[in-house]
């Protein structure tokens, strides 16, 4: 778990301070390929922000939209890098935290061999 919000932690950071020139990016792939528009996964992250704010981006980010989105959105939005890569961090913490303690309290095991 711990390394895993680690790595999700370093991408969230990543995603948050490049979004703008990564945006750019994307839109202008998307173009070469005929689409219009941001992606789905996008739009529904913008339309998250505009509903819930920064602090309900945050929240629901993990289990709805993915972080990396939720950063790059929240920083599109207006947010400055720091701020939302803090706020998204922290709600991973809570996510995974959670998770753990769920996993324990209920006795469930992944047997991934």
């Known amino acids: 778990m711990i390394a895993a919000v ?3 932690a370093i991408a969230i950071v990543v995603f ?3 979004s703008s ?3 750019n990016r ?4 998307r173009a070469a390929k005929g689409k219009t528009g ?3 996964k996008f739009e529904k992250a ?9 602090y309900g ?9 993915g972080t990396q989105i939720a950063a790059m959105a929240s920083v599109a939005a207006g947010v400055k890098p720091f701020r939302a890569s803090k706020l998204i961090i ?3 913490l809570l996510w995974s935290a959670g998770i753990a303690i769920a996993m324990v309290a209920f006795d469930i095991r992944l047997d991934l061999s």
């Open 6 to 8: 680690i790595g999700d």
């Open 16 to 18: 948050a301070y490049l």
């Open 21 to 23: 020139t990564m945006r």
């Open 26 to 29: 994307i839109i202008k792939r």
């Open 38 to 40: 941001e992606s789905p």
């Open 46 to 54: 913008v339309r998250m922000f505009d509903k819930y704010g920064i």
């Open 57 to 65: 981006m945050a929240i629901a980010a993990p289990a709805l939209i």
């Open 90 to 92: 922290a709600s991973t």
